[in-house]
């Protein structure tokens, strides 16, 4: 009698933002579907694991702290980093994959760490790593980031899926009940609101406080909905991020009794998203969080090409919509916006 084969295990390695690792969660269901007899393992950093703790389809998360969090170094999370790896290298992967939809030499060479029988990565070149890098794949010239990294399933004998399965997110109970909270304090129910993010890197994509003032102003005489307004604070040269603080300010100033202001931790952000009767939000991380939640998504983009391309980025899922303003947001048609929002919100009346 043979011994049983040991069980295929496959570690995914991603050190992305969090609207990265929400779109990963498609490609968690599609592997653990396509090798149900899998152990699926996932590499994450402490700023976006989250998004993916209590995955069904995640045997196991292993979390490293980031060696540098906003500009800051951070000594004692490098030492943790090689105690993490060495943990990695006993498991003795079948296969190790770089889970980036573009060649990535940091994500190649953390990947590699785990020390897998085969490590599967876009990359321009082989021979930098050594001859470690077992699986080199060439990069994608276009196509949506779902597929690029679905392609990277491929050396496993996984193919593409014609239709991609939803990304999931379910808040954890304690930010659920924070959120549930924070409406009952301002006469709020779930689903009786429409959540608009200002949050974005590049300023076109946003709108201007006029604008929030008068799309916020139709919302609630069209639909009777308020608006939950949530934004990155500080300035927009910050450094780190730029934040929305001048937007905000002069919409706050007018004390309109159906805007209210939101700040939170991002996971409880995320938790507002999930009972919103919808959100409307630049191109960001909680584009792709608001895409996986009950009420959906109208995605902010503008102009075209480039890293933020909606070809590649936009959101994902059967209540994800997306907006593309030829220039900027600023310049953008109400009833543009409003025309777009139409068939979420002919969802959100069926399901209601």
Known sequence: MYPPAPTLRILLVKRD??????????????LRTALPGAELHLLANDYNAWIVRGHAAVDRLWVY????????????????????????????????IAMNGEASPRAVRRTLVAGAARTVAFAEEAARYSGRLTDRLPEIAGGHELD??????????????ARWPESSYQPPP???????????????????????GLGARWAEKQPTAEQVVRWTDVWK???????????????????????????????LARGVAHIHPFQGTIQQVAALLHDARTTVVPDSGLMHVAAASPGGVLGLFAKSGGHDDPSRWHPIGNRALWLQ???TIANLPDQVLLDAMAPLMQLASKSA
């Open 325 to 327: 303003a030829p220039e």
């Open 174 to 196: 304690e930010d659920r009940s924070f959120v549930a909270q924070w409406l009952r304090g301002r006469a709020l129910e779930p689903r009786a609101y429409i959540v608009l």
């Open 17 to 30: 933002k969090i609207g990265d690792l929400l779109l990963t969660t498609s490609v968690l269901a599609h």
């Open 65 to 96: 702290p980031r060696v540098r969090d906003g500009g800051r170094l951070r000594p004692v999370a490098a030492l943790s980093q090689l105690a993490l790896f060495w943990r990695l290298r006993s498991e003795r992967f079948h296969w190790a």
């Open 148 to 161: 690029r990294m679905g392609a990277l399933l491929r050396p496993l004998g996984v193919d593409v899926p």
């Open 221 to 251: 005489s069209r639909w009777n909905l308020d608006t939950v307004l949530s934004w990155t604070p500080g300035a927009r040269d910050d450094r780190r991020y730029p934040g929305d603080d001048a937007i905000v300010r002069p919409v």
